[in-house]
């Protein structure tokens, strides 16, 4: 939200002002609607009489602190050919919430930058209220982010996988655009599927991914696209596995193989030092299994990352990881969720042209996601800043 408004603007159309009421707690502004020929809902008659009249009592943006009200005398209204009664339509009020759509919008917003406590006090509204707001808002984006036209699919496709509240998710990265497309709460099966038919209808030409051999599975259930190792993910996987090993007695000499093979200068090199890492020591097996399961489930292009530089959203990345697993761990699912994925003013667009037999039709927008340039700088920003430190909230 921008600055709050010292005064008040009439947000609604087809309504006159009747009084303003200002006290030291509030303001009510008295609203009727004017009386214009309304089409019955049901079957479209315009058969529409007077039914007597409401007192309806929403909420507005707050004013210099001040909680706003309209106070709206809207008609009820009947149609004489269905019979059915119903409330006198009014744009610009949410149909869901007892607010104006601008505060709606406005709750949203600032869901996606501050704790829903802070949201409450800054709005006037209770915790439940906010809640809801945004909870509805959710929905309804994330329906409309499963709801072609989508972009054309990556031919670069990275997924990486991030601990966010506990749990191992799913960031699925347009490398072509540096943006992210998607974000699975689980890694099974069917969600996998089905983010990949969605993002990658056609194909990606390559996907990069961790040594996670239930992820690697699942993708090669669904797709024929060339799956290649994520190199800074092995890379951190087999750090940490050499720090480990460090109080081995044994494993000097395994260690050493695994940090040549990390360090490998390309393919064929990484392909020689991993033969004499397929068989660990005992004590290292059953941390080192899980890697080398992951690996020999790829195909023979599972090293071409190896000696290719990393790519330049690799550090980003891991530095969204780091933000979201750390700073975010008070807030829900769905708020990251919301942050990462459907912030408008973080996504990348571009106009396309749309043309038919050879003639041009016009112009699309085309979102490609979210930038993930803007989306680490906001959530730094935001991290930055003392007074957003997240309070506890019992969202589920
Ligand atoms: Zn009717």
Not at 77 to 87: M, P
Not at 126 to 138: A, L, P, Q, S, W
Not at 233 to 240: E, I, K, L, P, V
Not at 306 to 326: C, N, V
Request: aromatic share 6%.
């Amino acid at each position: 939200m921008s600055a709050p408004a010292a005064t008040w603007s009439m947000p609604l159309k087809g309504v006159r002002l009747l009084y303003m009421h200002e006290t030291d707690a509030e303001i009510l502004i008295g609203l009727e609607t004017e009386k214009k020929a309304v089409i019955c809902p049901c079957c479209g008659s315009a058969a529409v009489v007077g039914y007597g009249k409401m007192n309806w009592r929403i909420r507005d943006l707050p004013i210099r602190k001040k909680a706003v009200f309209l106070e709206i005398k809207r008609r009820r209204l009947r149609c004489r050919d269905c019979l059915v009664t119903f409330n006198e339509p009014v744009s610009q009020i949410s149909a869901q919430h007892r607010a104006t759509t601008r505060l709606v919008q406005n709750v949203w917003k600032m869901a996606l930058r501050q704790p829903f406590t802070t949201l409450s006090k800054t709005f006037g509204l209770d915790e439940k209220t906010i809640r809801n707001i945004f909870n509805y808002t959710f929905n309804a984006a994330a329906n409309q982010f499963k709801i072609p036209p989508r972009p054309p699919a990556p031919l670069a496709l990275e997924i990486r996988l991030l601990t966010i509240l506990r749990h191992q998710r799913v960031l699925w990265i347009n490398l072509d655009q540096g943006t992210l497309i998607d974000m699975d709460e689980n890694k099974t099966l069917e969600s996998i599927h089905e983010t990949l038919q969605r993002v990658a209808r056609d194909g990606a030409h390559k996907i990069s991914v961790p040594p996670d051999a239930a992820l690697i599975q699942a993708l090669q259930a669904s797709t024929q696209s060339a799956l290649v190792l994520h190199l800074p993910s092995m890379r951190n996987a087999c750090n940490d596995l050499i720090t480990l090993g460090r109080s081995i007695d044994h494993a000097a000499s395994y260690l050493a193989t695994l940090s040549q093979f990390v360090g490998a200068k390309d393919a064929s090199e990484a392909h020689r030092w991993w033969q004499d890492l397929r068989s660990p020591p005992v004590e290292l097996r059953t941390k080192m299994e899980p890697l080398i399961v992951a690996v020999e489930l790829l195909g023979a292009e599972r090293f071409d990352a190896f000696g290719q530089p990393d790519h330049a959203y690799d550090a980003l990345t891991g530095r969204l990881g780091k933000i979201l697993s750390t700073d975010f761990s008070k807030r829900s699912y769905d708020v990251i969720c919301a942050i990462v994925l459907f912030d408008k003013t973080l996504q990348k667009t571009a106009r396309t042209g749309v043309s038919e037999n050879g003639a041009h039709l016009g112009y699309q927008k085309t979102n490609y996601g979210t930038s993930i340039p803007k989306l680490v700088a906001r959530l730094e920003k935001l991290s930055g800043d003392s007074a957003l430190n997240y309070p506890s909230e019992s969202e589920t």
